[in-house]
C-alpha cells in the first residue's frame, strides 16, 4: 500500500482509491475505476476492525505481518480470516 504524494490517491496492488475528503457515507476512500466506495483504515490490535458484525479477509502477502505484530497472535497466522464482532454490535460490552 503507497500513498501519493499529496496523500490523496492509496494505491493497493493493481487499485487506486482516491479520498472522499470526509464525504463518503460510512466510506472514506473510492476506487477511481470500478467506483466503488470503501472505508480503509488501519488494523485494530483487538481485531474488531469493522462497523458491525462481519468476517474479515487478511491478504496472503500481510498474513504473518497481521497475526505476530498488530494482533500479537503468532500461533494464528495460518488463518486467512477472522470474525470482528464490531464497532456497534450489541453482543460486545461497551
Known sequence: M??????????YR???FRSLKGAGFKANFLDVDSRIEYWISAPRSDGQDTLY???IEIDEDVRTEYWRTIRNRPDL???AA????GK???????
Request: positive net charge; charged residues 40%.
Open 14 to 16: 493493481d487499485q487506486r
Open 77 to 79: 497466522q495460518h488463518l
Open 2 to 11: 503507497l500513498f501519493s504524494r499529496t496523500g490523496r490517491t492509496l494505491y
Open 82 to 85: 477472522s470474525r470482528s464482532e
Open 53 to 55: 458484525p462481519d468476517r
Open 88 to 94: 456497534y454490535s450489541r453482543r460486545r460490552p461497551r
